[in-house]
């Protein structure tokens, strides 16, 4: 396997003084006394029980990282949805529902839908075409058009993002439903996306946006779902998190830019996958060149190696493809990365798990 280490069973039980020391210094080999009988190589055996037991990986999770639930499915198909999106809202819905329906027909059991697929992405739009979730109805048409469509097609949706107004606030949420089309779960942006690349790009969500204050983990009828939204993806500990909550899949709705988007959009996705072991799926907007903020595309679809499953450019398109969770535990055999943490030296502590007690 590319990029493994081949170790002989000996090898990782010994560890040998190759160099042994006398009176007269040390005896290299390519200069040994013959004269002098070399002594036999000091042997210290080392368990690898015992080494475990004293990295205590147990505790480098804290409260303990939860055991990977079976899912209800070993394989599932997932669409990632890459829109155009325009400033006729009422458009952007129909064709969401419209990609949605495509991808059912295709066999994808989970959707998932871009960042911001209802509105243009600006601080100037975000208070436009807000949607009172908690009211719905009409006061939500995108929120209302997604709980229909997944109840009358019976898959998942992870609903990308929306602008939401709650109170006097704003926030950049994704809702996920179930097949009954009932909401699953709420996952309001955590770190808002505050940049400025002198020259390239600068951004301020917090003008107009609240961030969320909650991890979003969802158990779903393709197994178990952790939310982020765009700049999410980049704080590893969100990640750490989920996988420690027993997440299967990661999804990210996110609108990676033209500066940032070549960069770093794959880079952090590979990473999320391969550091936790599990899938990651990403969607984005499809690029519009005239657009006020102008998105990377790319969704794409990772598996727990790090390896791109499959992906796509910066046009619309609908992916469609098989998730097989039984990669998971391959990965984590070839890799055990969990019992080799080093709870002696570093915790992750997931703060609500442990108030929770």
Not at 152 to 179: A, H, K, M, W
Not at 250 to 267: R, S, V
Not at 289 to 310: D, K, M, N, Q, R
Not at 332 to 346: E, F, H, I, K, W
Request: net charge neutral; with cysteine.
């Amino acid at each position: 396997m590319r990029g493994a280490l081949a170790v002989r069973p000996s090898a990782a039980l010994l560890a040998v003084d190759l160099f042994p020391s006398s009176r007269r210094g040390f005896l290299l080999p390519h200069r040994r006394n013959p004269c002098v009988a070399p002594r036999p190589p000091r042997h210290r055996l080392y368990t690898v029980s015992a080494m475990a037991s004293a990295f205590k990986p147990e505790e480098s999770r804290v409260p303990p990282a939860l055991q990977l639930p079976t899912p209800p499915v070993s394989k599932f198909k997932i669409a990632l949805c890459q829109l155009s999106v325009t400033p006729d809202k009422e458009r952007n819905i129909v064709h969401a529902r419209q990609a949605i329906e495509e991808a059912a027909r295709k066999g994808a059991q989970l959707v998932l839908l871009p960042e911001i697929w209802n509105s243009p992405y600006s601080n100037d739009s975000f208070p436009v075409y807000a949607e009172d979730i908690e009211a719905g109805g009409d006061a939500a048409p995108s929120f209302s058009m997604l709980s229909e469509a997944a109840r009358s097609l019976q898959i998942t949706i992870v609903g990308g993002s929306i602008p939401e107004r709650s109170g006097d606030r704003l926030y950049n949420t994704c809702c996920v439903f179930g097949t009954d089309g009932n909401l699953k779960g709420k996952h309001r942006k955590i770190h808002l996306f505050d940049i400025d690349i002198p020259g390239k790009i600068t951004f301020k969500e917090s003008k107009t946006l609240t961030a969320g204050e909650h991890p979003t983990i969802v158990d779903t009828d393709v197994g178990r779902i952790g939310i982020g939204i765009c700049y999410d993806i980049r704080f590893q500990e969100l990640a750490m998190l989920y996988a420690a909550r027993g997440a299967h899949l990661l999804c990210y709705p996110g609108a990676f830019n033209m500066t940032t988007g070549p960069l770093h959009w794959e880079l952090l996705q590979r990473a999320r996958a391969a550091d936790n072991q599990l899938f990651v799926a990403t969607c984005s907007p499809a690029r519009d060149s005239g657009a006020g903020y102008i998105a990377w595309g790319h969704s794409t679809l990772v598996g727990p190696f790090g390896e791109v499953i499959a992906t796509t450019e910066h046009e619309e398109a609908i992916i469609v493809e098989e998730i097989d969770y039984s990669l998971i535990e391959l990965r984590r055999s070839n890799l055990p990365l969990a019992n080799q943490r080093r709870g002696d030296l570093y915790q992750l502590v997931d703060v609500q798990r442990l108030n929770s007690k």
